[in-house]
């Protein structure tokens, strides 16, 4: 199993440009999230999806959209990049305690992005 | 909104000392869980502590939940070079009767370094 991976590792954009970041995962899990990770930020939840073809904004969801067409598939975007949306990129997913998982999160290696 | 304070921010230690990590939340934990961050790659989970008194160890690394639920510890015992790295606390904000749907608030996180 690859568990869950992330496309393309690096990305420099221009500000105003639009790109898309892929997350797949081979666990069948339900659920899948969106994070950024900046220096003395921490984590923060962007977006998450609880099932295919389901989304929900997390703390930090503005600048951002997300689709899930395909269970194991999370993609998010950036319409028009800024600055303010350098970060790195985590993906995780995770199957739920209600449904005889332990509720842990596996995340992706992560997208470092630069936005000039 | 749940808040997760950790401490300390960064720690410097001999290689074979002991140390821990602390993770002290603004809100009743319903799910704590650790995890692992090599500089530069992705979020590698260590234990997840459910129940008031809880503790669980791997290998050097012991976790603990205190009764009330509103503090954890991660504690390495002789430490090695390969413990280095980012150690980040996460919770569940509305634990099981979420589904753990919302995603995990993190802590800042702290950075060991191991001295040989």
């Known amino acids: 199993n690859a568990g869950v991976t992330q496309t393309p590792k690096f990305r420099v954009l221009k500000t105003g440009q639009s790109m898309t970041l892929l997350c797949a995962q081979d666990m069948n899990h339900e659920y899948m999230y969106w994070y950024r990770q900046d220096p003395g930020m921490g984590l923060r939840l962007i977006h998450y999806s609880v099932g295919e073809g389901t989304t929900a904004k997390g703390e930090v969801p503005d600048g951002y959209n997300v689709s899930r067409l395909k269970k194991q598939n999370f993609l998010l975007g950036l319409e028009s990049a800024a600055p303010s949306q350098t970060s790195v990129y985590f993906c995780?997913?995770?199957?739920?305690?209600?449904?005889?998982?332990?509720?842990?999160?596996?995340f992706g290696p992560g997208t470092r992005l630069t936005v000039l | 909104s749940q808040e997760l304070e950790q401490s300390p921010q960064s720690l410097i230690v001999q290689e074979g000392k002991n140390l821990t990590i602390n993770c002290t939340s603004s809100?009743?934990?319903?799910?704590l869980y650790w995890y692992k961050q090599k500089y530069g790659e992705g979020l590698i989970f260590l234990m997840m502590?459910?129940?008031?008194?809880e503790e669980k160890s791997h290998e050097k690394i012991t976790a603990k939940l205190d009764e009330k639920k509103q503090q954890s510890s991660l504690h390495i015992t002789a430490s090695q070079p390969s413990h280095a790295g980012i150690y980040l606390c996460?919770?569940?904000?509305?634990?099981?009767?979420?589904?753990?749907?919302?995603?995990?608030?993190f802590g800042k996180g702290t950075h060991l370094i191991i001295q040989p």
């Open positions: 996460g919770a569940a904000p509305r634990g099981h009767s979420g589904g753990g749907a919302d995603g995990l608030t």
């Open positions: 995780a997913s995770s199957y739920p305690i209600l449904a005889g998982g332990s509720n842990e999160q596996f």
């Open positions: 502590l459910q129940k008031g008194g």
């Open positions: 809100k009743t934990l319903y799910g």
